[in-house]
C-alpha cells in the first residue's frame, strides 16, 4: 500500500479517490447527467411541451436528421425528452436520498449512542419498517395522496432509510466504545458535543458512501412508481417515458427509440452512482482493499532505472523476489 | 522497623484526596454483583506521588474511574466517600463533578493510541478542555494573566505552550493523530490531561505499549512536571521497577482490596503482606543478580466467585485455616504502613 491516505482533507480524499479508475468514472458518468440535467435547455434541440401539430407520419418517426432519437406516439422528439426527464429522475433521487439518510442517519446515531429503551424502540421500528414490503406500500401512499413530484420523493425518502439506520447505529456503537469518547466525557463534554464533535465526524464517510448508494436506489424507485403510472402526469421523467412507451404501443409499433434512451438513462445514472459510491468506499474505508500485512504488488521494492540488483553470483538478477 | 518511612513531606503537605471505604460492584441483570473494588482507603497530599500497583484485573483502573465517577453504567458506588478538597466528590450533583473533572482532577487515560480522535487534530482536542471549561489556566512560570476561552482560536496559543511543555514543538499542534509516533501521543494526553492546571493528576498505565527507551522519558516528564507544578500523581502500573524510581508512596491491590499501602522504601525494603513480597520476588533485581525469579502460582480470583476468607489465601504459602474463613481487615502496622494480612495482627 502506499503512505496511508489523508482523509481528512478535500484535497487529501482527492489523492486518494483520484488512484481509484472505476470510481471517477462513476464520477464522471453522473457529473456528465448532472450537466446534462442542469443545461437541458441550451442541449435539447425541441421544446418537449410545446405543442406539435400530428400527422401520420411524424408519430413514432424512426431516428433521423430532424430528431436524433426518433418521436414518440404524440410526434415529439425523444431526445429532448430524454434530457428534459433527467431533471426529475435526478431531482428525485437526491432529494429523496437526502431525506432519507437524514432520518436513518439520525436514528442510527441515536440508537446506537442511547442505547437501552430507546434504541430497543427505534431498533423495533426500523425492522418493523424493514419487513414492509417498499413499492406495495409506496403506491398505496402515492395512490392515496396527490402523485405530485414532492409526494413522490416524500414517499421514497421516508420509505428507504432503514438500510442506512442499521449501518450507522452499528459505527455509533462501535465509535461510541472508544477511549476518545470517555476522555471527552471526562472532560466535561456533554452528550450532544460528543455526538457532534467525536462520533459524528467517524461516522460521516459511511453516511456519504451510503448517500451516493441510496441516490440510485432513490433513482430505481422513482422510475418503478412512474412507470406504474404513479408520477405527476404534468413532469417529466424517465420512468414516465418508459410508461408511455409501454402504455401506447411503442412495443407494437417496434419504436425501440423510444424505449431504450430512459432505460438507458437510469442505468448510467445508477451505475454512476454505485461506481462512486464503491470508489469513495475504497478511499474512506482502505481496508477494504487489502489487508494491512498483505504482501501486495505495491510493498515490493520497485528497481531504480539503471541500477542492478546483483544476485548471490554476482549476476545480475531481473527481478527481487520477497 | 524501617529507615526512613516516609518522605518528611509526606506527613506535613496538605491532604488532597482522601478516599475512605470506596466500593464498586459491577451488576448485571440476572448475576450477582461483582466487587470490583472493596473497601479501599488511602490519602493523596500535595506534591506526592502515588504508585497504585497491582495485576491486571485487580481493580486499579476501576478505582480510577470511581474518583472521577466515570465507571461504565453498569458500575456503581456502593459506599465509601471520597474528599477532594474537604468536599465529597460522592455528593456532588453531575454538573459539580463535571467542573471537578479536568480542572481539579484530571486523568491520562490508558492507551494513548485510542484516547485520541484519530479524525481530529491533536491541538483541536486539547482546545476541547479549555473550551469546555472556559478558562484559560494563567501560564506556567510566565505571569500572562488569566485569560478566558470562548473559541478554539484564542486557546491556540495555550495549547502550543502546553504542547512545548511536554517536549512536543507547538507548530505540530494542527496535525493529526497518526502523523505522531506512540511516545509523543502519550506526552500529548499528558499535555491534555494538564490543560486545566490540575491539581491531581491520574496517570492510568501511561507507558503500556512504549518501549523502555521512551517509557523512561514519559516517566521523567510525569516526575519533572510534578515538581515544577506542584502536581499530585497517581500512577497506575503494574511495573515495580517505575515504582521504585519516581513514587513517593505505594498501594498495592490485590483482588480489589488493599494489600499493603506504605512508602515507598517501606514496600521495597520491609513488605508485610505475603502478596507484596512475592510480587517483589517476581522482579528482578540488579543489585542480587544470584537470585532467580519466582512466580506467584494460580491466578487472580475471579470477582464473581471471590474466596470467603483472604482473598489472596488459595495463593498464599504462608496461608493458614484462619486466612480460609475470615478476610483480614487493613492493619496499622507503625506510622505510615498498613497491611492486610492476618499474620501481621498476629505479632
Same mark, same amino acid.
Given at each position: 500500500?502506499?503512505?496511508?491516505?489523508?482523509?481528512?482533507?478535500?484535497?487529501?480524499?482527492?489523492?486518494?479517490?483520484?488512484?481509484?479508475?472505476?470510481?471517477?468514472?462513476?464520477?464522471?458518468?453522473?457529473?456528465?447527467?448532472?450537466?446534462?440535467?442542469?443545461?437541458?435547455?441550451?442541449?435539447?434541440?425541441?421544446?418537449?411541451?410545446?405543442?406539435?401539430?400530428?400527422?401520420?407520419?411524424?408519430?413514432?418517426?424512426?431516428?433521423?436528421?430532424?430528431?436524433?432519437?426518433?418521436?414518440?406516439?404524440?410526434?415529439?422528439?425523444?431526445?429532448?425528452?430524454?434530457?428534459?426527464?433527467?431533471?426529475?429522475?435526478?431531482?428525485?433521487?437526491?432529494?429523496?436520498?437526502?431525506?432519507?439518510?437524514?432520518?436513518?442517519?439520525?436514528?442510527?446515531?441515536?440508537?446506537?449512542?442511547?442505547?437501552?429503551?430507546?434504541?430497543?424502540?427505534?431498533?423495533?421500528?426500523?425492522?418493523?419498517?424493514?419487513?414492509?414490503?417498499?413499492?406495495?406500500?409506496?403506491?398505496?401512499?402515492?395512490?392515496?395522496?396527490?402523485?405530485?413530484?414532492?409526494?413522490?420523493?416524500?414517499?421514497?425518502?421516508?420509505?428507504?432509510?432503514?438500510?442506512?439506520?442499521?449501518?450507522?447505529?452499528?459505527?455509533?456503537?462501535?465509535?461510541?466504545?472508544?477511549?476518545?469518547?470517555?476522555?471527552?466525557?471526562?472532560?466535561?463534554?456533554?452528550?450532544?458535543?460528543?455526538?457532534?464533535?467525536?462520533?459524528?465526524?467517524?461516522?460521516?464517510?459511511?453516511?456519504?458512501?451510503?448517500?451516493?448508494?441510496?441516490?440510485?436506489?432513490?433513482?430505481?424507485?422513482?422510475?418503478?412508481?412512474?412507470?406504474?403510472?404513479?408520477?405527476?402526469?404534468?413532469?417529466?421523467?424517465?420512468?414516465?417515458?418508459?410508461?408511455?412507451?409501454?402504455?401506447?404501443?411503442?412495443?407494437?409499433?417496434?419504436?425501440?427509440?423510444?424505449?431504450?434512451?430512459?432505460?438507458?438513462?437510469?442505468?448510467?445514472?445508477?451505475?454512476?452512482?454505485?461506481?462512486?459510491?464503491?470508489?469513495?468506499?475504497?478511499?474512506?474505508?482502505?481496508?477494504?482493499?487489502?489487508?494491512?500485512?498483505?504482501?501486495?504488488?505495491?510493498?515490493?521494492?520497485?528497481?531504480?532505472?539503471?541500477?542492478?540488483?546483483?544476485?548471490?553470483?554476482?549476476?545480475?538478477?531481473?527481478?527481487?523476489?520477497? | 522497623?524501617?529507615?526512613?518511612?516516609?518522605?518528611?513531606?509526606?506527613?506535613?503537605?496538605?491532604?488532597?484526596?482522601?478516599?475512605?471505604?470506596?466500593?464498586?460492584?459491577?451488576?448485571?441483570?440476572?448475576?450477582?454483583?461483582?466487587?470490583?473494588?472493596?473497601?479501599?482507603?488511602?490519602?493523596?497530599?500535595?506534591?506526592?506521588?502515588?504508585?497504585?500497583?497491582?495485576?491486571?484485573?485487580?481493580?486499579?483502573?476501576?478505582?480510577?474511574?470511581?474518583?472521577?465517577?466515570?465507571?461504565?453504567?453498569?458500575?456503581?458506588?456502593?459506599?465509601?466517600?471520597?474528599?477532594?478538597?474537604?468536599?465529597?466528590?460522592?455528593?456532588?450533583?453531575?454538573?459539580?463533578?463535571?467542573?471537578?473533572?479536568?480542572?481539579?482532577?484530571?486523568?491520562?487515560?490508558?492507551?494513548?493510541?485510542?484516547?485520541?480522535?484519530?479524525?481530529?487534530?491533536?491541538?483541536?482536542?486539547?482546545?476541547?478542555?479549555?473550551?469546555?471549561?472556559?478558562?484559560?489556566?494563567?501560564?506556567?512560570?510566565?505571569?500572562?494573566?488569566?485569560?478566558?476561552?470562548?473559541?478554539?482560536?484564542?486557546?491556540?496559543?495555550?495549547?502550543?505552550?502546553?504542547?512545548?511543555?511536554?517536549?512536543?514543538?507547538?507548530?505540530?499542534?494542527?496535525?493529526?493523530?497518526?502523523?505522531?509516533?506512540?511516545?509523543?501521543?502519550?506526552?500529548?494526553?499528558?499535555?491534555?490531561?494538564?490543560?486545566?492546571?490540575?491539581?491531581?493528576?491520574?496517570?492510568?498505565?501511561?507507558?503500556?505499549?512504549?518501549?523502555?527507551?521512551?517509557?523512561?522519558?514519559?516517566?521523567?516528564?510525569?516526575?519533572?512536571?510534578?515538581?515544577?507544578?506542584?502536581?499530585?500523581?497517581?500512577?497506575?502500573?503494574?511495573?515495580?521497577?517505575?515504582?521504585?524510581?519516581?513514587?513517593?508512596?505505594?498501594?498495592?491491590?490485590?483482588?480489589?482490596?488493599?494489600?499493603?499501602?506504605?512508602?515507598?522504601?517501606?514496600?521495597?525494603?520491609? @513488605?508485610?503482606?505475603?502478596?507484596?513480597?512475592?510480587?517483589?520476588?517476581?522482579?528482578?533485581?540488579?543489585?542480587?543478580?544470584?537470585?532467580?525469579?519466582?512466580?506467584? @502460582?494460580?491466578?487472580? @480470583?475471579?470477582?464473581?466467585?471471590?474466596?470467603?476468607?483472604?482473598?489472596?489465601?488459595?495463593?498464599?504459602?504462608?496461608?493458614?485455616?484462619?486466612?480460609?474463613?475470615?478476610?483480614?481487615?487493613?492493619?496499622?502496622?507503625?506510622?505510615?504502613?498498613?497491611?492486610?494480612?492476618?499474620?501481621?495482627?498476629?505479632?
Amino acid at each position: 500500500m502506499t503512505a496511508q491516505t489523508d482523509i481528512t482533507s478535500l484535497s487529501g480524499l482527492w489523492r486518494g479517490f483520484r488512484g481509484n479508475r472505476m470510481g471517477v468514472i462513476g464520477l464522471v458518468m453522473l457529473l456528465l447527467a448532472i450537466g446534462m440535467a442542469v443545461f437541458a435547455p441550451a442541449l435539447a434541440p425541441y421544446d418537449p411541451k410545446a405543442p406539435v401539430k400530428v400527422t401520420i407520419d411524424n408519430i413514432y418517426a424512426p431516428p433521423s436528421r430532424e430528431h436524433l432519437l426518433g418521436t414518440d406516439d404524440a410526434a415529439k422528439d425523444v431526445l429532448s425528452q430524454f434530457i428534459y426527464g433527467s431533471r426529475v429522475s435526478l431531482t428525485v433521487g437526491f432529494f429523496a436520498a437526502f431525506i432519507s439518510v437524514a432520518i436513518g442517519g439520525w436514528i442510527g446515531v441515536t440508537a446506537g449512542f442511547w442505547g437501552g429503551k430507546v434504541e430497543t424502540g427505534l431498533m423495533r421500528f426500523t425492522d418493523v419498517m424493514l419487513v414492509i414490503p417498499d413499492l406495495p406500500l409506496a403506491v398505496v401512499i402515492v395512490a392515496l395522496t396527490q402523485p405530485s413530484l414532492w409526494n413522490i420523493i416524500f414517499v421514497i425518502g421516508i420509505l428507504g432509510w432503514t438500510g442506512t439506520a442499521r449501518l450507522v447505529r452499528s459505527q455509533t456503537l462501535s465509535v461510541k466504545e472508544r477511549k476518545f469518547v470517555l476522555r471527552a466525557r471526562a472532560i466535561g463534554a456533554g452528550n450532544g458535543y460528543i455526538v457532534r464533535r467525536h462520533i459524528l465526524p467517524l461516522v460521516l464517510p459511511l453516511l456519504v458512501v451510503n448517500t451516493v448508494l441510496v441516490i440510485s436506489l432513490a433513482i430505481l424507485n422513482e422510475s418503478t412508481l412512474s412507470f406504474l403510472g404513479l408520477s405527476d402526469p404534468t413532469t417529466l421523467s424517465w420512468g414516465q417515458m418508459l410508461n408511455y412507451a409501454f402504455t401506447r404501443g411503442a412495443m407494437s409499433a417496434g419504436a425501440w427509440w423510444v424505449l431504450a434512451p430512459p432505460g438507458f438513462g437510469i442505468v448510467w445514472v445508477v451505475l454512476g452512482c454505485t461506481l462512486l459510491g464503491q470508489g469513495l468506499e475504497r478511499v474512506l474505508n482502505p481496508r477494504l482493499e487489502t489487508h494491512h500485512l498483505a504482501v501486495g504488488r505495491q510493498m515490493v521494492v520497485s528497481r531504480v532505472k539503471g541500477s542492478e540488483v546483483r544476485g548471490s553470483e554476482g549476476q545480475p538478477t531481473d527481478t527481487l523476489t520477497l | 522497623m524501617t529507615d526512613q518511612p516516609i518522605p518528611p513531606d509526606m506527613t506535613t503537605a496538605p491532604v488532597l484526596l482522601d478516599v475512605r471505604g470506596v466500593t464498586v460492584e459491577f451488576v448485571s441483570k440476572g448475576q450477582p454483583p461483582a466487587r470490583a473494588v472493596e473497601c479501599v482507603s488511602f490519602r493523596l497530599r500535595k506534591g506526592e506521588m502515588l504508585g497504585l500497583v497491582g495485576e491486571s484485573g485487580c481493580g486499579k483502573t476501576t478505582l480510577m474511574l470511581a474518583l472521577l465517577r466515570l465507571l461504565p453504567e453498569a458500575g456503581r458506588i456502593v459506599c465509601g466517600q471520597i474528599d477532594f478538597l474537604g468536599r465529597d466528590l460522592l455528593a456532588l450533583s453531575e454538573q459539580q463533578m463535571a467542573e471537578v473533572r479536568w480542572t481539579g482532577i484530571s486523568i491520562v487515560f490508558q492507551g494513548a493510541m485510542n484516547a485520541l480522535n484519530p479524525v481530529r487534530t491533536v491541538g483541536d482536542q486539547i482546545a476541547e478542555a479549555l473550551v469546555r471549561h472556559g478558562t484559560l489556566a494563567p501560564a506556567l512560570h510566565s505571569g500572562a494573566s488569566a485569560g478566558v476561552a470562548r473559541n478554539k482560536k484564542a486557546a491556540a496559543p495555550r495549547v502550543g505552550e502546553l504542547l512545548e511543555l511536554v517536549g512536543i514543538g507547538a507548530n505540530r499542534s494542527g496535525q493529526y493523530p497518526h502523523q505522531y509516533s506512540g511516545g509523543m501521543r502519550q506526552r500529548a494526553m499528558i499535555a491534555m490531561a494538564l490543560a486545566c492546571n490540575p491539581q491531581v493528576v491520574i496517570a492510568d498505565e501511561p507507558t503500556t505499549a512504549l518501549d523502555v527507551m521512551i517509557q523512561a522519558q514519559i516517566l521523567e516528564l510525569l516526575d519533572t512536571l510534578r515538581h515544577r507544578l506542584g502536581l499530585s500523581v497517581i500512577l497506575v502500573t503494574h511495573d515495580l521497577g517505575v515504582v521504585a524510581e519516581v513514587c513517593d508512596t505505594v498501594l498495592v491491590m490485590y483482588g480489589g482490596v488493599v494489600a499493603e499501602y506504605a512508602a515507598v522504601d517501606t514496600i521495597f525494603n520491609d @513488605p508485610q503482606h505475603p502478596y507484596t513480597q512475592r510480587l517483589l520476588h517476581a522482579f528482578p533485581d540488579l543489585s542480587k543478580p544470584e537470585e532467580a525469579l519466582v512466580s506467584i @502460582p494460580g491466578y487472580p @480470583p475471579r470477582l464473581d466467585a471471590l474466596p470467603p476468607g483472604c482473598r489472596f489465601a488459595p495463593r498464599c504459602p504462608v496461608a493458614f485455616e484462619r486466612c480460609h474463613v475470615e478476610p483480614p481487615a487493613l492493619h496499622r502496622l507503625d506510622g505510615f504502613h498498613w497491611a492486610s494480612c492476618h499474620l501481621v495482627s498476629n505479632q
